[in-house]
């Protein structure tokens, strides 16, 4: 559908109380004779059947394909209004004006009015989406890691009808789970340890047809994007080439090296081992000291060997308790005259793990509630003991164990090659740092600050702009948004599941790899209807631009939070469409406008910014320009008008794909056009980040650090931009906020570009 070809309707509800809020009929005049809408319909209830069949019949007869409602929130009965062959535009009446202001006021009646003017100029400024479809899309799936959980993946894979290639570094499948004797239980009763299922599932995997399994293998290089991944692999040397159209991360965990807990007698004594040595010993029977072969009768469990702790690994592993647990039982059951001491700061054994608990009670096992302070080389325990409130002694140890955590497999060792740090994040697009550099082992830094690093080289050798590594959160794990979006890392179609994304023992390593899988099969899928993926999953729009005016300035390649643009020689952007996330950002750091999509684009935002009218200063009647996220800070302003929270009718509201979609002179123009002030609103920024697209908001708030030189061109106050990070949960804040910030615009008075 062109523009020339466009047939529009508008569809003004009456419901939930909007037409009390405001006349429809004078918003009628507004879409058909101020905006030369070729019809408006008016109805009670969009929403129930006779209203849907109402705009149904518009489209069935030809009358109509392009559609404005407005009713309640865009983020309502998305189901309902949808229509076949219709593309949808929503105005919110209801949450943003009949719920938040008085009904018949002046003002509620040109807020309103004001929404069907933007929503209408939205409709004539974008285009239907022509999806990316170019295939042919390879359907494949990549699991690198061949322990329990990218076994379980790639058995999970193939189950649901999908080829696998699974590639494994060492010369055999299993992991760490190959030698563990026994696991902690995850099946009624809850209460004695389970056999390890990890020689059926390696046997599985062998025999299946779909999976395709190299040892000795690793990845040296990937390229391309979701659906066409191009795979370079290295085995025993030889190098292979592969297509496959998603890839499942497995790569696993490492114990934290115990040589650095000297303090806790490792080294000083061949009888203070760690769990992992311990699961060695329980496979014999009978847990012997190593000192002199004599069987162990007393044996003390440290926990948190070196977790917890800012000098070593900073988080807790969560596994380590139950675990021990699980180790001190089958010491009881192989030797029914051992004694076990559990020490510990804090037990975890959360849900069904308590059972456990109790049940190692029952068993003998002695738990002890304190600190360790160090081992002796006689074995001997200092414990600041919390309930006794003393420091106390454990004496006449055989045997100390140490349980140490997880550290995420984030990169792999490759004998005869050097080390490459890998950044605990993105380099800051805006540091002087080339982003290329951490490839060349040169210092990273974001905001002037060194930026950790964790050694060895890259997992799957990326041939991206950001560099060869996956992205990842703090301490080393890979995820995308941890609270949203598990699974997902930064890079579109590649999923991390298993302990390389947070800690988890087998019962949860194993749900994660089917998580994992579910996500790449949905990638897989939606990928070949040209359908974004997360977190717009659906959206049919990607970023196109105009070459013509790109003045190579390299900002959309540089900011992109997804990796999904890369540079030709000459140094162009050239754009990935399945790694596209479909978030703005390109189309934010854009300084002269060339990247859009069909239905979203930096020209569509400002003729809706101009399409408000904005009485002169003799009315008192400012106007201030709100761009909300649509993840965040709409929602919550929707959640105040659900609340009936009164908030200034002052504010026009325009949802933004993401803060960081937003260029600066979306601001600008609004000033210019007579606006007293623009509130931005993002997520939370920062490392425990809530911002859907990763950096968006923190993109936008150093963009807008630059405001002050237009607001001085321009002879304004700086006080008129403000950028506020806006939780979905801040609903009873906004209004106060608004309040607040009108407050300050009544103080520095009118914008004087007003009725310029």
């Not at 991944?229 to 290295?234: K, T, V, Y």
């Not at 203070?272 to 044996?299: C, F, H, I, W, Y």
């Not at 950044?423 to 982003?435: A, E, F």
């Amino acid at each position: 559908m062109t523009a020339t070809e466009k047939k529009l309707g508008v569809y003004l509800c009456g419901g939930c109380g909007i037409a009390e809020a405001a006349s429809l009929d004078a918003l009628e005049k507004v879409a058909v004779k101020e905006f030369k809408a070729p019809f408006c319909k008016k109805h009670d209830y969009l929403c129930g059947e006779e209203g849907l069949k109402l705009i149904r019949d518009d489209a069935a007869a030809g009358t109509m394909n392009q559609a404005v409602i407005a009713a309640c929130s865009p983020r309502m009965h998305q189901d309902k209004f949808r229509f076949d062959g219709v593309q949808v535009v929503r105005a919110n009446l209801r949450e943003q004006v009949a719920w938040t202001q008085p009904a018949g006021d002046e003002n509620t009646e040109m807020l309103a009015a004001d929404y069907i003017r933007m929503a209408i100029t939205e409709a004539r400024k974008i285009k239907v989406p022509v999806p990316y479809t170019e295939g042919p899309f390879n359907e494949r799936i990549l699991v690198v890691g061949g322990g329990l959980t990218g076994l379980t993946a790639a058995r999970e894979a193939s189950k649901c009808g999908y080829p696998v290639l699974l590639v494994e570094q060492s010369g055999k499948l299993g992991g760490h789970a190959l030698n563990l004797t026994k696991l902690v239980p995850h099946h009624a009763p809850y209460r004695e340890p389970e056999a390890n299922p990890i020689a059926k599932l390696v046997a599985a995997v062998e025999a299946d047809s779909r999976i395709e399994v190299r040892l000795d293998t690793r990845v040296t290089k990937t390229s391309g994007m979701p659906g066409k991944f191009e795979i370079e692999l290295s085995q025993n040397g030889a190098a292979a080439a592969e297509t496959v159209g998603a890839i499942v991360l497995a790569t696993g965990w490492t114990p934290y090296d115990a040589s650095k807990l000297t303090h806790l007698g490792y080294g000083a004594s061949l009888d203070v081992v760690t769990s992992v040595a311990l699961e060695e010993m329980l496979a014999k029977g009978q847990v012997r000291r190593k000192s002199n072969g004599l069987p162990a009768k007393v044996t003390a469990f440290v926990q948190c060997a070196g977790s917890r702790d800012p000098d070593h690994l900073p988080y807790c592993s969560s596994t380590c308790c139950t675990a021990s647990i699980r180790q001190a039982l089958q010491i009881v059951e192989n030797d029914p005259e051992a004694m076990v001491y559990i020490v510990f700061d804090e037990l975890r054994t959360p849900g069904v793990a308590e059972e456990f608990y109790r049940q190692a009670q029952t068993k003998g096992v002695i738990f002890i509630k304190g600190k360790v302070k160090n081992v002796g080389k006689d074995l001997t325990v200092t414990v600041d003991d919390a309930l006794l409130r003393e420091e106390i002694q454990l004496t006449g140890l055989d045997l100390v164990v140490l349980a140490t955590g997880m550290v995420p497999n984030a990169t792999v060792a490759v004998p005869g090659t050097e080390d490459v740090p890998l950044p605990d994040r993105d380099i800051d697009p805006l540091s002087p740092v080339p982003v290329a550099g951490y490839a060349n082992g040169a210092p990273a830094k974001a905001n002037g600050q060194p930026l950790v690093t964790y050694k060895g080289q890259p997992i799957l050798n990326l041939q991206y702009r950001q560099g060869p590594h996956l992205p990842i959160l703090a301490d080393g794990f890979m995820d995308s948004h941890f609270i949203c979006f598990p699974y997902e890392t930064r890079r579109t179609g590649i999923y991390a599941c298993g302990p390389v994304r947070r800690p988890m023992d087998v019962g949860e390593a194993t749900e994660d790899a089917m998580g994992a899988v579910l996500k790449a099969i949905q990638a897989l899928r939606n990928i070949t209807e040209g359908r974004a993926l997360h977190p717009r999953s659906g959206d049919l729009s990607f970023p196109r631009v105009n070459l013509n005016a790109c003045t190579k300035c390299r900002r959309c390649t540089v900011e992109c939070p997804f990796g999904a643009i890369d540079e030709t020689p000459e140094g162009y952007p050239i754009f990935n469409p399945t790694r596209c996330r479909r978030c703005g950002t390109c189309m934010g750091a854009c300084p002269v406008r060339t990247i859009s999509f069909d239905n979203y684009s930096v020209e569509m935002m400002t003729s809706m910014i101009k399409a408000v009218e904005v009485p002169d200063e003799t009315e008192e009647k400012p106007r201030v320009l709100v761009l909300a996220c649509q993840n965040d800070a709409y929602p919550a302003l929707d959640m105040a008008g659900i609340q009936r929270s009164p908030i200034s009718p002052y504010i026009r509201v325009i949802p933004v794909r993401c803060l960081g979609s937003v260029s600066l002179l979306c601001v600008s123009d609004a000033l210019s056009s007579g606006y007293d002030g623009v509130m931005m609103m993002g997520c939370k920024s920062g490392d425990d980040y809530q911002c859907h697209f990763v950096r968006g908001s923190a993109m936008a708030q150093e963009r807008m650090m630059k405001v002050g030189e237009t607001l001085k061109s321009m002879m304004l106050e700086t006080e008129r931009v403000v950028t506020h990070e806006i939780s979905i949960n801040d609903a009873s804040r906004l209004p106060g906020l608004i309040g607040s910030y009108m407050e300050t615009i009544d103080s520095i008075g009118p914008n004087p570009f007003k009725g310029m």
